[in-house]
């Protein structure tokens, strides 16, 4: 954490990225949806902030990453760009935003670059996606690519599930996570998979990884906002640790406003504006 008479950060970049996994420092990754909490990340250390289309739940009240339209995500980006300048900035391509085909994906990450503000963008697939991955990069826009459990595909793998558990899976990830890096990715999440397998692929690769789930032999971390502040109602995954209960503060927040507003207890007196006892009178005059 940054602490007054610091010098400033220096502007997180690929090169710095590559530079914390050679020295072998953890590289902390947060979501942001928002300027507040993208304020936060710029304040507090954080080395990549991710425009997570997690957004759609914890934000919006999706069931789903997949209801995530491009439009909305753009929308948050540029609110998140404004508040986070020296972490590295990327968000996720949204579903159905890259799956129609190279042309389609690379206009929509065109967009979310121009308009959004991002540095790169994070796609979800293995190796269907290496010559989208390809076609990308060849083009200049940064890809961090993600393995393992992939959210947006959950209705067609029934649900949330840890990838990796037998050899046949695990070399599956790991055959994804070569081939996206040999594709151009600077970097690739690893999430839900065994500790043993997120430690092997991280030794395998020489780009970061970033580890969700994935145990901590990766290159780094990520974890959503509103699971690191215990604000989220929905399922806590095993991986998610509560680094704050905001929910609670914010329940005792809510609560007491509500409560001081039926008692007439707020405002008071020190709260609220007064006027010249003269001009009150004059006032009351210019009413007969």
Not at 45 to 62: F, I, R, W
Not at 66 to 94: I, N, Q, W
Not at 258 to 270: K, M
């Amino acid at each position: 954490m940054a602490k007054e008479g610091d010098a400033p950060r220096k502007k997180v970049t690929i090169k710095k990225l590559h530079q914390m996994r050679e020295a072998g420092t953890p590289i902390a990754m947060l979501t942001a949806y928002d300027y507040p909490t993208a304020r936060a990340c710029e304040a507090y250390g954080v080395d990549m902030t991710l425009v997570g289309d997690s957004l759609a739940q914890v934000c919006l009240g999706y069931d789903s990453t997949t209801r995530l339209t491009l439009d909305e995500m753009l929308y948050h980006c540029k609110a998140v760009a404004r508040g986070s300048k020296t972490p590295f900035l990327l968000a996720d391509m949204p579903f159905g935003s890259y799956q129609a085909g190279a042309d389609d994906a690379v206009r929509n990450a065109v967009r979310l670059v121009q308009e959004g503000g991002m540095e790169a963008l994070k796609l979800e697939g293995g190796e269907e996606i290496v010559e989208l991955v390809r076609r990308m990069t060849r083009v200049g826009i940064p890809v961090m690519a993600h393995v393992g459990l992939l959210p947006q595909r959950h209705t067609s793998c029934s649900g949330y599930r840890v990838q990796g558990k037998d050899a046949a899976s695990a070399a599956s990830v790991l055959r994804a996570a070569q081939a996206l890096e040999d594709a151009g990715a600077f970097a690739i999440v690893l999430e839900a998979i065994p500790s043993k397998l997120g430690e092997y692929i991280t030794r395998q690769l020489s780009i970061p990884t970033i580890g969700i789930g994935a145990g901590p032999g990766t290159s780094g971390q990520v974890l959503v906002w509103d699971d690191m502040m215990g604000t989220w109602n929905g399922h806590k995954a095993k991986f998610v640790r509560r680094f704050a209960e905001a929910k609670t503060a914010h329940k005792s927040g809510v609560t007491g406003y509500v409560e001081a507003v039926r008692q007439r207890s707020f405002p008071d007196e020190s709260e609220s504006y007064c006027i010249d006892d003269g001009e009150w009178e004059a006032f009351l005059r210019m009413q007969n």
